[in-house]
C-alpha cells in the first residue's frame, strides 16, 4: 500500500485544504481507501465526503449505508446517501453506474471538490479489460480504466489500482478496518464475478504480480489512443461539423482514422459509456457511408441511429416528432420544423423561401400541412404534375425530414408552394399580379 500514499502525496499532490469525495460502498476496497485519505488528513488538512449509493437490491444494503454513516459520523467524515428506488429495462449494471456516477458529480458541485475518489483496484483492471477484450471495444476500451481523468473542475483519481484484492483485505485486516461483504460479488450470474472467480485465479497462478503486467498493458494503449487523438483532433474539423459527417471527405483517410471518427462521435453521444458500444457498430456505421445506396439508417443501442442522407452522416438519438399536422395560415404559424411561416406586406426576395399568390386564382384560407400519399404538385413552364416524393429526392431531402416538412395547399388541396424547395404554377414573379406574399423563414 506504500504505492499507494506515495502515488497521492507526490504524483496527485493532495494539499492542505482538498476537499475528495470518496465513492465509498462499505465493502473491503472503499473502505481501505477511506482509512487511506484518513490517514494522510493526519499530515494534510484535508476535507472527506464518503458518496454511498444504495442500488436497493438486497435485504442488507439498509444495514449497510448504516454501518457506513455510523463509521462516517465516529471519524469526522461528512456522509452522503442516495437510494435507488427503481430501475429501467436497461441494463443493470450501466445503469446504476450512470446514477452512481450522476449522484457523485452532484456531490462534487455541491461540496466543490476537487476530487472524486474510487475505490478500482488492479484485479478490477484486469477484469474489465479481459471482458472488453471479449465482448469488442475501442482502443481506448481495451485499456480498461484510467488512473487519473482530468474533468472540468475536478480530477477523478483511482489511487488502488496499484494493488489486489489481496493486498487490501490484508491491509484492512493488519489495520482493524471494518467492512461488509456483499453477497452478490459472489453469483456467477454476474459476467465479472464470472471473470474474477474463473480466470483472475488462473493468472495470478502463472504470475502473482499479473495486475503490474495489465497496467503496463493499460497505460500503453493510453498512450497511443493520446497520440491518435492529436491527429483525429487535426483531421476531424475537416469532415465533422455541426454533428454531420461529410462522407466524400471521410473516405479520403486511412481506415484507422475513419474508426477513430466514428468512435469519437459514439464516444461523445454516449458519454464515455463504452459498454453500450464496440467494433461492430462502427464497422456497420463505416458500411452504411460506403453503401452505393443514398440514404440508409442503422440502429444503434439507447435509442440512437445513425442516418445517411447523401453525403451527409449523422448519428442521432430518436425523438418523437409532430409529424401530421393542417394549420390554417393566418398572420403567422410557427411549424414543428422550428420555422414559421409569415404572411408580409413587403419581401425583395425571389428564392423559394418566399411566395408571390393571386388571390383570384386559388381558393383561401390557406393551409400549411405535411404531405400525404400520392401528393402532387403542378410546376411553372413544366405541362402535367410532378409527385412530391420526387420533388424531395430531387432536392436531396433526407427521408427523416420529408414526413414533416411543410406543404402549403389552398381550400382545395391544391399544393402551391413546398417552402425552401419548390414553388407550384400558382406562384408569382415579382413583376407579376399579386396580392398575397408567404415568407418562410
Not at 445503469?95 to 456531490?107: G, S
Not at 454533428?243 to 466514428?262: A, G, S, T
Not at 400525404?372 to 420526387?390: F, Q, Y
Not at 399580379?433 to 408567404?438: F, N, P, R, V
Amino acid at each position: 500500500m506504500d504505492r499507494v500514499f506515495d502515488y497521492l502525496v507526490n504524483e496527485i499532490k493532495l494539499h492542505d485544504n482538498d476537499i475528495v469525495v470518496i465513492g465509498c460502498s462499505g465493502g473491503p476496497d472503499s473502505m481501505a481507501l477511506l482509512y487511506v485519505l484518513q490517514e494522510i488528513r493526519k499530515k494534510i488538512n484535508l476535507s472527506l465526503i464518503c458518496a454511498h449509493v444504495n442500488h436497493n437490491i438486497r435485504k442488507e444494503s439498509k444495514a449497510e449505508e448504516q454501518f457506513l454513516k455510523e463509521y462516517c459520523e465516529q471519524n469526522n467524515i461528512a456522509f452522503e446517501a442516495m437510494t435507488i428506488e427503481k430501475y429501467g429495462d436497461d441494463n443493470f449494471h450501466n445503469e446504476a453506474r450512470k446514477i452512481r456516477y450522476q449522484f457523485f458529480d452532484d456531490l462534487v458541485k455541491k461540496y466543490q471538490a476537487n476530487y472524486l475518489m474510487t475505490a478500482h483496484h488492479g484485479d478490477d483492471l484486469i477484469e474489465t479489460i479481459l471482458m472488453r477484450i471479449v465482448r469488442g471495444s475501442t482502443l481506448k476500451g481495451y485499456s480498461g480504466f484510467e488512473k487519473k481523468i482530468e474533468k472540468d473542475t475536478y480530477t477523478i483519481v483511482r489511487p488502488l489500482v496499484f494493488v489486489t484484492k489481496d493486498d487490501l483485505l490484508m491491509f484492512d485486516k493488519q489495520n482493524e478496518i471494518p467492512f461488509v461483504l456483499d453477497s452478490s460479488n459472489f453469483k456467477d450470474k454476474y459476467t465479472r464475478n464470472r471473470y474474477r472467480m474463473e480466470i483472475l485465479p488462473f493468472l495470478k497462478k502463472e504470475d502473482p504480480m499479473v495486475h503490474e503486467k495489465f497496467i503496463k498493458f493499460s497505460d500503453t494503449l493510453i498512450e497511443y489512443n493520446n497520440y491518435i487523438n492529436k491527429e483525429l483532433k487535426r483531421k476531424i474539423k475537416q469532415i465533422y461539423d455541426n454533428d454531420i459527417i461529410n462522407i466524400d471527405k471521410f473516405m479520403e483517410e486511412d481506415d484507422l482514422i475513419q474508426k477513430k471518427i466514428v468512435f469519437y462521435i459514439l464516444e461523445e453521444k454516449y458519454n464515455d459509456d463504452l459498454n453500450q458500444i464496440n467494433m461492430t457498430h462502427v464497422l456497420s456505421i463505416i458500411n452504411l457511408m460506403k453503401s452505393k445506396r443514398p440514404n440508409g439508417i442503422i440502429s444503434l443501442p439507447g435509442n440512437y441511429k445513425a442516418l445517411k442522407e447523401y453525403n451527409a452522416l449523422k448519428i442521432v438519438q430518436e425523438i418523437e416528432y409532430i409529424n401530421d399536422y393542417e394549420i390554417e395560415i393566418s398572420e403567422r404559424v410557427d411549424l414543428p420544423n422550428n420555422h414559421y411561416i409569415k404572411i408580409v406586406k413587403e419581401e425583395s426576395k425571389n428564392d423559394n423561401n418566399v411566395c408571390r399568390l393571386l388571390s383570384e386564382e386559388i381558393t383561401l384560407p390557406l393551409y400549411v400541412r405535411t404531405r400525404r400519399l400520392g401528393d402532387k404538385m403542378k410546376l411553372k413552364k413544366v405541362n402535367g404534375t410532378k409527385k412530391l416524393k420526387d420533388i424531395f429526392i430531387d432536392a436531396k431531402v433526407s427521408k427523416a425530414l420529408r414526413d414533416e416538412w411543410p406543404v402549403v395547399v389552398d381550400s382545395k388541396g391544391n399544393i402551391l408552394w413546398i417552402p425552401g424547395i419548390k414553388k407550384s404554377k400558382f406562384s408569382k414573379q415579382k413583376y407579376e399580379t399579386y396580392d398575397i406574399i408567404l415568407k418562410y423563414n
